[in-house]
Each structure stands twice: as structure tokens, then as C-alpha cells.
């Protein structure tokens, strides 16, 4: 059985949608730990709820000891496959290199548009709106030691609408995410 670790910053849906996937057979593997970047965040609940070990790492990617002990937790957890899943925090080149075509990520937006360093969540999704995009979406692509510029893997379009705000934008992208990043993560780790 093969072994996925998630890193999450946020409420975790995505990493729900990873759990959901393995628990209906579509993705053959086993999710051994969350990262998460800061305590209290409905990631660490849903691992909880599902009995999959977690650890917030604190600190920042530019200190040493957030590398290490972040090596360490991987090592321990013998990832397969690391699924950043709204993760806020930059992986460092050491960790990057280690796992090389090792990481994904998925990002809301049909990148190389509105990616790299501050575009994330509801930010993105605005500027996508104020610059009167007629489509938009989400990719999950390789990482590399650069924000948002690793190979991309897929992505999925949606329509922008003229009454679209943010917010709405936001739904119709996260709804795509759900299906996107666990077809991708099968595809990896099961060929299919």
C-alpha cells in the first residue's frame, strides 16, 4: 500500500476529498500524516475524526529547524506522494530535492496565471475577477523550490460569469478541486 502525506493550512476540504477517494477504492493507498501549518484549523479535525496522525509544524521555511524537523516527520511517514492541499507555507529546496516529482500541489487558478508568491484562496479568485476573466480553474502541478512553477499536471476550466464575485468564483473552482486533485493522485500512485 502506498503512502500519501497531506500538508493543509486551512479547513481541509481537499483533504477530505483525498480521504473520500481512498475510502471508496478509487484512490489504492494510504494516507500517513498531516502537516499542518498552524494549530486549530479544520484539517487537524478531519484527521482526527479519521484517525490519521498529525503534526503543526511552527516555525518559518527560512529556519533551519522547521527544515529538519520536517525531513524527520517525512521520514518517519515514508511518503509515496506529498499533497500540498492548501498549504500556505513555501516547502523548502531541501525538501523539494529530496522528493523530487514527489509533490503536488493544487492551486485555483489555470496557472501560469495569478500564481507565485501572495496568490492564494479568495485573493486569486479576485484577482481573476477584477481583470474580467471569462474562465478560470485549478491546476495541480509538480513542486519545485519557486512558487506555483513546477510542471503542471492537469487542469480543470470553469466559466467565469458576468455576476460572478469572488466568493462565487471560489465555490465553482473548489467544487472542481474536489474531483481534480484525487484523479491526479490516482493516476499517480495507481496508473489509473
Partial sequence: MKNIVVFASGSGSN???????????EIEAHISGLIASRPGIGAIERAKSHNIPHYVLSGEPSDTSFTKVLISKLKAWNPDLI???????????????????KIINIHPSLLPKYGGKGFYGIKVHKAVVDAGETESGCTVHYVNELYDKGDIIRQQRVTVSDDDTPETLAQKVLKEEHKLLPNVIAEILNNK
Avoid: H, R
Avoid at 499533497?83 to 516529482?101: D, M, R
Fill in 83 to 101: 499533497v500540498l492541499a492548501g498549504f500556505l507555507k513555501k516547502i523548502p529546496a531541501e525538501v523539494t530535492e529530496t522528493y523530487q516529482n
Fill in 15 to 25: 483533504f477530505q476529498a483525498i480521504i473520500d477517494s481512498i475510502g471508496k477504492g
